[in-house]
């Protein structure tokens, strides 16, 4: 584009470098006709007869029709493509409006005025044909017109009226919306007027006003909506024509939020898919992912593929993530065979986009974290309080005196009664966390390229030196069109974890949160010497935090995929990829001796332990996957077929080895080496490998009737070489009825409607052995004498079984979708049924064998279930937009068969027939027992029990009023384990819900969305739940509200208390299980792009935005608020689930 100096209103675009001098020489001999036209009017014809010589000459070779096709570029850059494909040279002034409109044009073999009109379309531009091939751009002649009503109508591309568009006069706040006819009238419109017609599901169009009073405006359907595709197995499809159920989120819904992992961003947001996060540890993400239910009694986690590879979406940075689908029914996920037993989550990254100029983004974020639920404890003098009640309940000594309670209120005796909130005291009010990420994308027509970096640091909620963790992505991605037919893709990734914890565990009796919830409200943190506190019943868990030593888990993941795509001839395009992934894991643990003494003393009182230890693990793991694939696209008049066939190899390779050593001669040196001789090694190794063929045929009839058929077959190498192969078919069809002829009528709000059916068979590889079709031999601890030497022996410990074969599931799923009212209104509804046969589990062998039994196919489970998704999305006026998503799914699950044994009811939770799995299994509570359930004594001022009272057996002489009351449910009059128990709840979730709000004004937005789970049964046992029941059950709030002799209330959430006795609490029942289900503010955000003018224009800033973010902010539950209902079961010692409260900034540089 050459700018000439004299004439800057003009602007020559030349694609020929070599014609550039002949050229200005006709444009300004152009000019010079044009400006010296009065005063040369003798001379005029000849000039312009020379001038057209010129032209001639120039332009000897144009061809005059065009063929083009360009999507969403501004009317500029379509002029100079316009030029390089026809010879056409286009003049214009620079500063002519709308020359930055964006254009969607296809023509073939069209003519100037054709292609031109399509192109000028909307604009205030109009067109002169000079000579040739030479084509002047001039404003269309404005005439001032005095103000009038302007009346019309919208229509979709069939002629059907659009209800509700929106049309606003362009640059001012007037405006108007169709009604249910299409119609609209505008008042006081001048004759200069543009008119800005949108609707959603349409494409936007600015529409000049006419010499009439009447218009009609055509509104293209937008290509992004209509011809929206979805990733699918090895492939994409479009949205519309999918038969499967399919569902997924892009990569706006995750990048506006400030999450620490992938998982807990899609909570909520994929309906069929349940996710529970378990705990909200810094670098810690093992949450719960199950796609439409738990199918069976072994591993029932999705398939995870990222671009194509099985990975691990939890380290993976949510900036690089373009967009996760999740195939749901057996034709979705069937092509992945045995891998798609639980469904597929497919995770695809952002592309490096070719022809695009660079663009830099940076999105960052300050976040503090506080926990959702603490339990509330008692002081100490409420502790001694109680204490003397739950003694006095049961006949025993208090063991204290009002003195006691004295020097606790005066604070005489801090050392040994003192008055210590060990959970506040463990736990911060704040957690910091912040994240960064930037990454460059960019690109000319051969090569394209994505590079990323984020970093993720997260403190933790304890107090101590021990929580705190950080991770760093690093990704490259190239994208090279080596010639016309090749293109090469590299795509390389490296994370880096790092994650440091207290030497103890998270939760269970050793964890630093339960040590908390059994330490003494009596014994100080530290004792007035300066030394740790310590009350003999639990270590000091601030002591623990501190100086009990660490675990360092220190995880670097290498990744790289590289694949190559031929396009063979028309329709034909063949792939070839590789992946490999490099992991090495460094865990390294220390922990040290901890040594109390009495206070202002030398005199021990005791030890956390006998001897200092550390011990150290290193993991290798490499995984390689090979996969080649052809994909062929045919068209024949209204039938089109797409043929995939392929074939992938995977195999893993893992390398463990530990090693540690005791009495460390010091604590700073974290090496084995620091220890004495006395240590331990050991070590393994297994690897894996499945080879697989899989194939898909789709038919299409005029986008009308949808055909697929998959087939995969797998051999693994975790089953015997006679069983280890497995065929696994799917067939799904769809019928888009409002594309019939009888559909004629509804076409004005009814913009598609299909119904969708499939069935297919599915396989499950997973059991926790790799190799559980052979014998397992260990050494013996006995020595044989042989040949008159001791020599070792070996044992087999585990029976073997080679006809062990797959799981099998068969699925059914009938669905529908339909966008309604120019596709503000979306639906998509399924139903299903999921059986799964011939689950690998352990069935019972008579013990004469001397084995331990091997595992069978022998267990059944059903999954019956259905799916809701709502979305409505609208626009009042000229700038407020809005949206609403609902979402509703339910998936009930039972046990059909667990092999030919006998069902066991002998725990609290059971794998039964008829029941899902782990079930609660107990007594059915019936309040509390009342003063008139039992004969009353005066003389010795005793209660009995009725003989008419139900009562278990042995604990007839204990139990008092105020003790839990069951249900005689056989009338014997007894309470008997055998009888008297039933199915008393269910832990996994049912009725998962979402709720989400979207709204954007002048730059302003603001999403919400609710969470919650409809119905699930809970349970907290242990030092969270129970008060007195051991020496160091402690009470909290909560246990307030129990059955007491001045409040006998039979339905108290908690009975009488009794000290160190255990009979209401061993024996599980109805009285225990908590209602789980709950509603939850899962995010809130509220946001502010900052318009793109002045100096934000000027220092090329695309996009600049600002926001808050809220994670879990508020939760409506009737669960045991000490806990948080996202994690039902539990003895309460888990590190807390929490908030967070987040301002970010998100920048973009082009």
Not at 406 to 412: F, L, R, V
Not at 506 to 535: E, I, M, N
Not at 559 to 585: C, H, M, P, W
Not at 932 to 961: C, H, S
Request: aromatic share 10%; hydrophobic share 35%.
């Amino acid at each position: 584009m050459t700018l000439d100096n004299r004439h800057p209103h003009l602007v020559y675009l030349i694609d020929d470098e070599k014609n550039l001098r002949i050229t200005h020489i006709i444009a300004g001999t152009f000019l010079l006709i044009r400006q010296n036209e009065k005063r040369m009017k003798s001379h005029h014809f000849k000039m312009r007869k020379l001038c057209i010589a010129l032209f001639v000459l120039f332009a000897w070779n144009i061809q005059a029709q065009i063929t083009v096709d360009i999507k969403e570029k501004p009317l500029k850059e379509a002029l100079k493509q316009i030029e390089r494909s026809s010879d056409y040279n286009f003049f214009y002034n620079v500063e002519l409006d709308g020359l930055d409109k964006l254009v969607t044009i296809k023509t073939d073999n069209a003519s100037l005025e054709e292609t031109m009109k399509q192109l000028l379309k909307g604009t205030n531009i109009t067109f002169e044909k000079k000579v040739d091939n030479v084509v002047v751009l001039l404003p269309r002649q404005k005439t001032a017109k005095e103000s009038r009503a302007i009346s019309g109508k919208v229509v979709d591309g069939n002629g059907d009226a659009i209800i509700g568009a929106s049309i606003i006069v362009k640059g001012s706040s007037v405006g108007t919306s169709t009604d249910v006819n299409g119609n609209f009238t505008i008042d006081h419109v001048s004759g200069q007027a543009m008119l800005v017609v949108s609707s959603i599901g349409y494409k936007k169009e600015e529409v000049a006003v006419t010499e009439g009073s009447s218009i009609e405006v055509r509104l293209d359907e937008d290509a992004n909506l209509m011809d929206e595709v979805v990733v699918v197995g090895y492939g994409v499809q479009k949205k519309i024509n999918l038969t499967g159920s399919v569902v997924s989120v892009d990569h706006d819904v995750l990048a506006n939020r400030p999450i620490a992992n992938v998982t807990t961003g899609l909570q909520g947001l994929l309906p069929g898919v349940s996710i529970v996060n378990t705990t909200s540890r810094p670098g810690d993400n093992n949450s719960s992912i199950r796609v439409r239910g738990v199918g069976t009694l072994n591993n029932s986690d999705p398939l995870i593929l990222i671009d194509g590879v099985e990975g691990d979406m939890n380290t993976l940075n949510p900036d690089d993530i373009e967009s996760v689908s999740v195939l749901k029914d057996a034709a979705s996920s069937a092509i992945y065979g045995s891998r798609a037993a639980n469904g597929v989550i497919l995770i695809t990254t952002r592309k490096a986009s070719r022809e695009v100029k660079p663009t830099v983004s940076y999105n960052g974020y300050f976040a503090m974290q506080t926990p959702t639920a603490l339990p509330e404890m008692l002081d100490a003098v409420e502790y001694l309080t109680l204490l003397k009640e739950a003694t006095s309940n049961v006949n025993k000594s208090w063991g204290y005196t009002q003195e006691d309670i004295d020097a606790i209120i005066n604070g005489t005796d801090p050392n040994f009664r003192a008055n210590t909130n060990w959970i506040k005291e463990i736990t911060r009010d704040y957690a910091p966390q912040h994240g960064h990420n930037v990454n460059i994308n960019g690109g000319n027509k051969t090569m394209g390229y994505y590079l990323s970096y984020g970093n993720l640091t997260t403190s933790g909620l304890m107090v101590g030196n021990g929580y705190h963790a950080a991770r760093n992505n690093v990704r490259m991605k190239l994208n090279t069109e080596l010639f016309d037919r090749l293109t090469i893709n590299g795509n390389m990734s490296y994370t880096d974890v790092d994650n440091w914890t207290p030497a103890t565990s998270d939760s269970g009796s050793s964890g630093l949160f339960y040590q908390a919830l059994r330490s003494s409200p009596l014994t100080p943190v530290k004792f007035t010497d300066g030394q740790w506190g310590y009350g003999g019943s639990s270590a000091n868990p601030i002591a623990q935090a501190y100086d009990g030593g660490f675990i360092n888990y220190h995880k670097r993941e290498t990744s790289l995929n590289f694949s190559a795509e031929l396009k063979i001839i028309t329709g034909l395009t063949a792939k070839v990829q590789y992946a490999t992934r490099l992991v090495d894991v460094l865990r390294k643990q220390q922990q040290n001796i901890i040594q109390h003494f009495y206070p202002d003393t030398d005199t021990p009182l005791a030890y956390t332990s006998n001897t200092s230890k550390f011990s150290q693990r290193d993991i290798a793991q490499r995984y390689q996957n090979l996969m080649a694939q052809a994909d062929y696209d045919k068209t024949i008049g209204k039938h089109s077929f797409h043929i995939l066939a392929g074939f992938s190899q995977e195999w893993q390779l893992y390398q463990q080895m530990d090693a540690s050593r005791e009495d460390l001669v010091s604590n700073d040196l974290h090496v084995l080496n620091a220890g004495t001789d006395l240590q331990t090694n050991s070590g393994y190794d297994n690897h894996w490998a499945i080879r697989s063929g899989f194939g898909r045929i789709n038919y299409n009839y005029n986008d009308r009737y949808l055909v697929e058929a998959n087939l995969r077959y797998d051999l693994s190498s975790r089953f015997h070489k006679s069983c280890r192969g497995g065929y696994f078919p799917s067939a799904s069809v769809a019928w888009r009825m409002s594309e019939e002829s009888f559909m004629e009528s509804t076409r004005s709000w009814l913009d598609n409607l299909k119904i969708r059916a499939s069935y297919g068979t599915l396989g499950n590889q997973y059991t926790s052995s790799l190799y559980p079709y052979m014998a397992l031999i260990k050494p013996s601890t006995s020595n044989m004498p042989i040949g008159g030497e001791i020599t070792s022996s070996m044992q087999q410990s585990e029976a073997s079984n080679n006809i062990l074969s797959w799981e099998t599931i068969r699925m059914t799923n009938i669905g529908l979708d339909a966008n309604l009212f120019g596709n503000r209104l979306s639906l998509t509804a399924d139903y299903f049924i999921k059986n799964t046969d011939d689950i690998l589990l352990k069935v019972k062998l008579p013990d004469v064998l001397g084995v331990s039994e091997p595992y069978q196919n022998a267990g059944k489970v059903q999954n019956k279930g259905w799916e809701i998704a709502l979305s409505w999305q609208d626009k009042i006026g000229k700038d407020f937009t809005y949206g609403v998503n609902l979402s509703f799914s339910d998936v009930k699950n039972k046990v059909v068969s667990v092999g030919n044994t006998a069902d066991d009811f002998s725990g609290d939770q059971i794998r039964a027939v008829g029941y899902p799995i782990d079930a609660f299994w107990g007594y059915k509570a019936d309040g509390l027992y009342t003063v008139d359930d039992f004969n009353y004594d005066p003389a010795t001022n005793t209660y009995t029990p009725k003989p008419t009272t139900p009562i278990i057996e042995e604990y007839r002489t204990k139990v008092q009023p105020g003790d839990i009351k069951y249900v005689d449910l056989n009338g014997d009059g007894k309470i008997t384990p055998t009888d008297d128990r039933c199915y008393i709840g269910s832990s996994i979730p049912r009725y998962n819900y979402t709720i989400g709000l979207n709204a954007a004004w002048r730059g302003i937005d603001f999403s919400l969305l609710l969470q919650g789970v409809g119905k699930c049964a809970g349970y907290i046992g242990g030092m969270g739940r129970h008060a007195f029941t051991e020496l160091a059950n402690y009470p909290q709030k909560a246990h307030l509200d129990r059955w007491t002799w001045e409040n006998q209330n039979p339905h108290a959430s908690y009975p009488r208390f009794t000290y160190d006795e255990t009979y209401n609490r061993d024996e599980f029942s109805s009285f225990w299980i908590e209602d789980a289900s709950y509603l939850r503010i899962k995010n809130l955000q509220v946001g502010y792009t900052i318009p793109r003018k002045g100096i934000i224009s000027k220092l090329h800033i695309e996009n600049l935005r600002v926001y808050f973010s809220g994670e879990n902010l508020w939760t409506l539950t009737d669960f045991f608020p000490s806990y948080d209902p996202e994690i039902p079961v539990s003895d309460g010692g888990y590190y807390p689930i929490t908030s967070s409260y987040s301002v970010g900034l998100s920048i973009t540089f082009k």
